[in-house]
């Protein structure tokens, strides 16, 4: 005989409990992780050869996989709009998690509009009803993810954009672990910005072969429109983009490096971005050749499980608490001549027991005095790298 229905609710439940039912905690701190109070900087392998160690002062990962309180939430998109509806006032749906005081603290829901011109024939509404959770409600291995949707309505596309508050990152290695699944005539959007000339992109679209994606230090077109071919890489063979992969960008001071599941896949050296930025997920199209034209009723998501930051600051980290769409302010150099007292604890991100748990891989020996980064970098080559 079966259980009532409620009871198996419940045992489902206490099941999932362990891997699910975790709060958003936000990650405004520099440690963001029990076990990594003592990093002072945090180590990764990048570079042309993808083995030179860069160092960074701060360390931030965004965790949307365990948001569910139990199975069967979150296993709805919320309806798609129609045009009668106002896109840019809608509220969102989930918003116990993703208009907590946590969330907002690190994320801003975008609802900015563009109307239709003649190079990007379809007007574009960010919607906060097109941010969500999503749960795969596998009992087996039960997790959650946030969704960016976009779908074409009769007059306009409704598009989705969050922007992390951390306005200030003046170099970053940041990485993502999504997929891309839907309509053709969409653009995925992962990218640092500052303006439309310091700008480094990840971006997937829906209408390429799904092996292919687009890495572009912006501008990638020139004041007559003319296409900049050095702007933009476009590797084909890659791991497809509806499966999960993580993609990385590593934005250095004079070089651009992107990554896609450890390996590294492009880089640049065209526009490699100088001013303080912001990093940037949307999910979008506007009629125009880059994004092609979704059809009428159509939608297309980006699903995110992770974002990891690691990152130094053109000023202190806290930065500005600014809510304006897409404004910096450098300011300066303050927290310069703090971090210039050195490392003394390095800690490695990849290759950790726990996901966004990094680990201390080498200590300063003399107590009291640090060292600073550049001999741990000299020195860091021979000892860090061993743990790396
Ligand atoms: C952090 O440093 C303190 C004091 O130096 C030490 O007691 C503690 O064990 C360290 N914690 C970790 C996780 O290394
Ligand atoms: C990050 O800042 C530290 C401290 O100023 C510096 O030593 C390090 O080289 C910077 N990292 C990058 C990639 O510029
Ligand atoms: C659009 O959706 C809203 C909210 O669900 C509903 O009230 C309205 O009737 C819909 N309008 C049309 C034209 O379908
Ligand atoms: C964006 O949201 C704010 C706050 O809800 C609202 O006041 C504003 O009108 C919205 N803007 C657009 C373009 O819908
Ligand atoms: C967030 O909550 C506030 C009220 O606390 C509300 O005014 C606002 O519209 C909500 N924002 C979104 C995007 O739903
Ligand atoms: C982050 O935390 C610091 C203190 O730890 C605080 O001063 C700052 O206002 C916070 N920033 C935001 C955006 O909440
Ligand atoms: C960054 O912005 C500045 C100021 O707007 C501009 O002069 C520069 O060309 C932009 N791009 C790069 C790569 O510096
Ligand atoms: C774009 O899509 C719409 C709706 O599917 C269609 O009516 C229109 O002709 C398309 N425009 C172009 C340039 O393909
Ligand atoms: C904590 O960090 C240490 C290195 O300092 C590492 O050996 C250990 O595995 C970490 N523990 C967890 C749970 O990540």
Not at 269 to 287: A, E, F, Q
Request: glycine share 6%; aromatic share 10%; proline share 5%.
């Amino acid at each position: 005989m079966l259980p009532p229905l409620g009871a198996v609710g419940l045992s489902l439940a206490l099941l999932l409990r362990p891997v699910l039912s975790f709060e958003y905690t936000t990650t405004n701190n520099s440690t963001p992780h029990d076990n990594t109070s003592n990093c002072t900087c945090y180590v990764i392998n990048s570079g042309a050869s993808s083995n030179t160690p860069e160092y960074f002062s701060y360390y931030r990962f965004y965790d949307f996989r365990n948001l569910a309180d139990r199975p069967g939430q979150y296993t709805t998109a919320p309806p798609l709009l129609n045009d009668s509806q106002d896109a840019g006032t809608q509220a969102v749906r989930d918003n116990g998690v993703l208009n907590s005081s946590a969330w907002n603290t690190d994320w801003g829901i975008q609802n900015w509009s563009k109307p239709s011109t003649e190079d990007f024939p379809t007007a574009m509404n960010n919607s906060p009803a097109n941010v969500y959770l999503s749960q795969n409600d596998d009992t087996n291995n039960a997790f959650t993810w946030l969704t960016l949707r976009t779908s074409r309505l009769d007059d306009y596309q409704n598009s989705a954009e969050i922007e992390n508050e951390q306005k200030n990152l003046m170099h970053c290695s940041m990485r993502m672990h999504g997929r891309v699944i839907g309509a053709a005539g969409a653009v995925a959007g992962f990218f640092t910005f500052y303006d439309d000339n310091n700008e480094s992109d990840v971006e997937i679209l829906t209408n390429d072969p799904k092996d292919m994606i687009r890495y572009t230090n912006q501008p990638s077109v020139d004041k007559k429109g003319n296409v900049i071919q050095v702007a933009s890489a476009a590797p084909t063979d890659l791991p497809k983009w509806d499966d999960w992969q993580t993609h990385r960008i590593d934005w250095l001071p004079k070089n651009s490096y992107w990554f896609l599941d450890d390996k590294q896949v492009a880089a640049n050296t065209y526009s490699v971005p100088r001013k303080p930025s912001n990093l940037v997920i949307n999910m979008w199209s506007d009629g125009g050749s880059w994004s092609g034209n979704m059809s009428v009723g159509d939608s297309a998501e980006f699903q995110i499980q992770w974002i990891e930051l690691i990152f130094n600051t053109s000023g202190p980290v806290t930065g500005p608490r600014k809510s304006d769409k897409r404004e910096i302010v450098d300011l300066g150099n303050l927290e310069k001549r703090k971090q210039n007292k050195g490392c003394q604890v390095v800690c490695k991100v990849d290759g950790v027991k726990n996901l966004g748990t990094p680990e201390i891989v080498s200590v300063a020996a003399a107590s009291g005095i640090s060292v600073n980064m550049g001999v741990v970098l000299v020195a860091g080559f021979l000892s860090v790298w061993v743990g790396l």
